[in-house]
């Protein structure tokens, strides 16, 4: 079996670590990388000199046989970059939000199947082992009826100058209650607040509602002071936190419920049955989800696999924030999330824009 | 100097804690308590022996020349009792929510100055040293602008069966939000969901508008793993955590910040200016918040004083509480707070006829 | 059944307490108390209006047809105090430590039998609910074989002129050791030093050999900037750490070991078989501990029973402080703890000196 | 200015990280790694491309033309390696302990000075920012007069099956403390006990004597549930708690203390000033330790220093350990710590055959 060969669009933030991964993982080489700044790139040569080549543009990767490209460039660019990739035959791993607008998303759809490509999207706290093991708790029943689902996600900083805080943060906390209630909102309305940067908005306060009246609601913030990464899963029998900021006891699993039994002899009043338990914090063998993500796009590519994160997952988060979006712009309006696949027009055209700003 | 005769209406569960702290202080006498169960009486009468006497109908504290009379019966009575308190001459110090609609409290207010009564409701957080040592840094500037507020208190229990939880939870978390910002909410929009018992909102997330574009939010949960009671001040200097469930640290000042400055060169674009400094844990003499309310009721009462909290500061809170109630009701729609002083009639009937079931 | 009629010497520090709590448990009345000082009489009198009557003079007590007494005044008087009430044919339950010497402690025991007298030591920790967890999982054989004990106590402040931190604090844990291993230490070797006060050792390090090669150690300090009251038990298959500090997770049980296995292939070397686990946080109805040994007290005197920790029980106790005081003053010298109920001669007549400064 | 030519002798657990910081440091080359196992030769060469040639016989490293070695291997290896390196030309950092006996880390100082070599300890603390600010605040007096210090080192696991858990964790806490103090230990006192592997002591308790009364102690274990690093240093004025394993708020500032004032009045008795004030966590800009030792060890080559952790500075805490082991043997006895370089001939004995063995 020969080594996939890998090219990288998109050395800044994120770029590095996608790099890293496909450099360490057995059965891949990255053969070459692409970014606009030249001090980029020779950062990466100098880190890396297992990595053959370097470009300021991207489409000189065309021309080097490689199999497969990862992009990590501005989302604004995701959808032209992908699309001709894809055209050229690559298969194309991108980072989230895959585009900036769902309309693009399905595009991009249509372009892999045509070319027959894998496209993935880069949503990481689907390969996350405790998210993974939060939603095997759930599917087996442990947590009961799932009551509601609350996320935060707030940190000081990472201020982005074109997108806003929902574009930013949101994408992760959608991929994760998809995931995890395996559906996805009827409707959202978000809240959001422009304190720093006029017209970009920097804390967010976003209600979705899921089918069989499940509430979840995600805090967005890059405003505060202590960072916090933290999903709340509330069950009829159990509870669950998922705090990603620990760095050991990253689930608990809380052995308290409420019931409402109905006793017939009080005209119809309830009474609640509350049990108090154990709090059990399971032992969760941790690899890298960055790592889990790779191989597994690795995989895909070799045994011509659907990822878990495909272009239709990447389009539904996107939709999803659509949807917030516009509330947001109307000050909270419960909107109905798009499932049709077509952004608004406006949307569309203005991600383009920002894509060649 | 005479003692201030003290009668107490309820002895349920924060009634206790009422009469514990004006038998405590100095100045005044707890005379005769009274509850509708002869059992909760009995429990009082043993713990307290000071007590003189005790009655199942709190009319019979008309004729034993009381001073005052503090009220800690379910909210749907307050009105009905505190207005039958002041017609027969008693300071009132009553419970929150001052009325379950502010119409009847407006009415209360009135009642109040015509019969030369002090009217205050038991706010206790404006008496909470770790609240207005954030109030104090608010006014000082110490902060700078303040950019969002965000609140949370949940844990598990205590449900009520004709509450909900914005009833229950969130007059504490609006009455520090206004104190903090010295305003009204321009508008409010909740949403919530009845998990456990039909009808009853158990968990609820209210977004409400300050004057000055200042946002906050406030989540209320009777359905959470973890006891939380937070408020996280954003301004454009510092940001402050007040954490109420810590024991000794109850108030962390970050002096961390992040400044928009515009630079004219580039069109308009910003760039931001961070600044990580030390976090300060300041030192709080901490006395029991409601010892200083009942304190300051005394002495409103000795020197005809207006209470920090009275009547009007209870009914505004009572005015977002019934805007909140509304939005939650039409599911999340953003609806004005009404500053009128006149809640909705339907609302009056309602809580009236809770008041006799 | 008629109630026992209790009275209180001593009403400092600890003694509103035990007041409290004989009063709220049914079967019991406190009909007088007595202290030095008329200030805390007047203060407890007012309090608690259910008492008799007060006197500065602790002997007064024995014309009022009592049952017994709680004694908590300073432990350089309880020797005394202790043997005139059994004398007067009184139960007793004397705050720790029982005395201020072993030889005393003995002859405490002694008055105690030749009077038919209850004589029950104020060990509080054997009678908390979290300790009594612990203790069942050690006899369950849960843990495993116990390797070591690490016992903490520190906080800042409460500084005491007349004892020093190891006769303050090491009784707890001496007590809680004790209990939890069911043995008494062989040998003991303490190193402290007086920081603040000359003569008077505010921090102290103590480390004690238990039966079965298991290795104990205290760390006792008043001179801490955070409090901390924890033990860690390590065992064989489990590690538990209580934590008294801590309001709801008190204890947690970590079901992680280490086991040696001996490889004969390899010339003697061990190779290390690790496991890591869950770990768990046990539900435990928290009842006072107090309440509880209060109650045992009680029980005690109308059933005539030994109680848990009576006057064996607290000579031991003072039997490994003594031990480790001499330890202290020989600079950490290992000493062999006194098992034959006689202190050094010099302590007894130093403790003795000092009940009457 | 050409660049320094590396070679890394060891590529086990510590090795890989020196490796990757010489790599990373402008002004450094490594140019050839050495260890015994070429499995983890290869994994260094797959992974630093940029290395240029490794082998399994150090020795090979002396026809390379290089400037410095660092060295990672056991340390029952480290005496032999350094002193041949040295004999060669080549400037020296070693790994912790630099000896296994205190005569061997005399020799080696007088080899590095007969071949005018630079000798240096990897005592990563000593340049470790928190420490360093730690270490700022007692020399500005800031903490008044030091009390004592209190030092934690514990977690579960890497058990070494040569060195007792005194050899491998204390160093650090010894090289610290020596720091901070400025001084060296006068006494050592430590107990300890071999609970998994017979022989090999993986608990222990350390008290330290310094100069002017000054307590410490550190306790040492592989076997507890939680990891902990953590020393607090307790001043007149204030108290400071250092702790590694907080994410980010590593160091906490008590503005807390307690002073005995003579009153006259009183025969002599003190009486207490306690102050309560804030806590202040200090922002400090962290810099990775290790990348601030290499650069140390690149500067000192460069300019002919002195490293602050030179040869005298690990043969000094070499010699407290080794008091520390005598002590341990005899069941906890004081032992001085002997200053004169000269470790016990039966401790080089036992060394050196560590060494073949």
């Given at each position: 079996m020969?080594?996939l060969?890998?090219?990288?669009?998109g050395c800044?933030?994120?770029?590095?670590?996608l790099?890293r991964?496909?450099?360490?993982?057995?059965?891949?080489?990255?053969i070459?990388i692409s970014d606009l700044q030249q001090?980029?790139?020779?950062?990466m040569?100098?880190?890396?000199?297992?990595i053959?080549?370097?470009?300021?543009?991207?489409?000189?990767l065309?021309?080097m046989?490689?199999?497969?490209?990862?992009?990590?460039t501005?989302?604004?660019?995701?959808y032209?970059?992908a699309?001709n990739?894809?055209?050229?035959g690559?298969?194309?791993?991108v980072?989230?939000p895959?585009t900036?607008n769902?309309?693009d998303?399905?595009?991009?759809i249509?372009v892999?199947e045509a070319?027959?490509?894998?496209?993935m999207?880069?949503h990481?706290f689907?390969?996350n082992s405790?998210?993974?093991?939060?939603k095997q708790?759930?599917?087996?029943g442990?947590l009961?009826?799932i009551?509601y689902?609350?996320?935060?996600?707030?940190s000081?900083?990472l201020?982005?100058t074109?997108?806003?805080?929902?574009?930013?943060?949101?994408p992760h906390d959608?991929?994760?209650?998809?995931y995890l209630l395996?559906?996805?909102p009827?409707s959202?309305?978000?809240h959001?607040?422009?304190c720093?940067q006029?017209?970009?908005?920097d804390v967010?306060?976003?209600?979705l509602?899921?089918?069989?009246?499940?509430?979840a609601?995600?805090r967005?913030?890059w405003?505060?002071?202590s960072k916090q990464?933290r999903?709340?899963v509330v069950?009829s029998?159990k509870?669950?936190?998922y705090?990603d900021?620990e760095?050991l006891?990253?689930?608990?699993?809380?052995?308290k419920?409420v019931?409402a039994i109905?006793?017939?002899d009080?005209f119809?009043?309830?009474?609640f049955?509350y049990?108090y338990?154990?709090?059990?914090?399971?032992?969760i063998r941790?690899?890298?989800?960055l790592r889990?993500q790779?191989q597994?796009f690795l995989?895909?590519?070799r045994?011509?696999?659907?990822?878990?994160?495909?272009?239709?997952n990447?389009m539904r988060v996107?939709q999803?924030v659509?949807?917030?979006?516009?509330?947001m712009?109307s000050?909270g309006?419960?909107?109905?999330?798009n499932?049709n696949?077509h952004?608004?027009?406006?949307?569309?055209r203005?991600?383009?824009?920002?894509?060649?700003a």
């Open positions: 020969t080594d060969r890998i090219g990288a669009i800044g933030y994120w770029g590095p670590n790099i991964n496909f450099i360490e993982i057995p059965g891949a080489q990255v070459a001090e980029s790139l020779d950062r040569m100098q880190r890396f000199p297992q053959e080549t370097s470009t300021r543009n991207y489409t000189d065309f021309e046989n490689l199999d497969a490209v990862v992009i990590a501005p989302p604004a660019t995701h032209e970059i699309r990739c894809m055209e050229h690559l298969h194309v791993l980072e989230k895959i900036l769902s309309r998303a399905a595009d991009l249509k892999a070319n027959n490509c894998v496209l999207v880069g990481t689907e390969y405790a998210v993974r093991a939060v708790m759930i599917r087996d442990e009961g009826d009551y689902i609350d996320a935060i996600r707030a000081l900083g201020f982005q074109k997108a806003n805080v929902v574009w930013d943060l949101a959608i991929s994760i209650l998809r395996d559906a996805d009827i959202v309305s978000t959001g607040s422009s720093v006029e017209g970009i908005e967010a306060y976003t209600t509602t899921f089918p069989n009246n499940v509430l609601h995600i967005s913030s405003l505060d002071p990464r999903i709340t069950g029998k509870m669950v936190i705090d900021v760095p006891e990253k689930i608990k699993i809380y052995d419920g019931k109905r006793r017939t009080t119809g009043e309830f009474s049955a049990h338990g154990d709090v059990v914090i399971p032992y941790f690899d890298e989800p889990v790779c597994h995989e895909c590519i045994e011509g696999k659907q990822p878990q994160t495909d272009g239709h990447g996107v999803v659509e949807a917030a979006q516009r509330s712009k000050a309006d419960t909107v109905l999330v499932s696949g952004g608004d027009p406006a949307d569309v203005q991600s383009r824009e920002l894509a060649h």
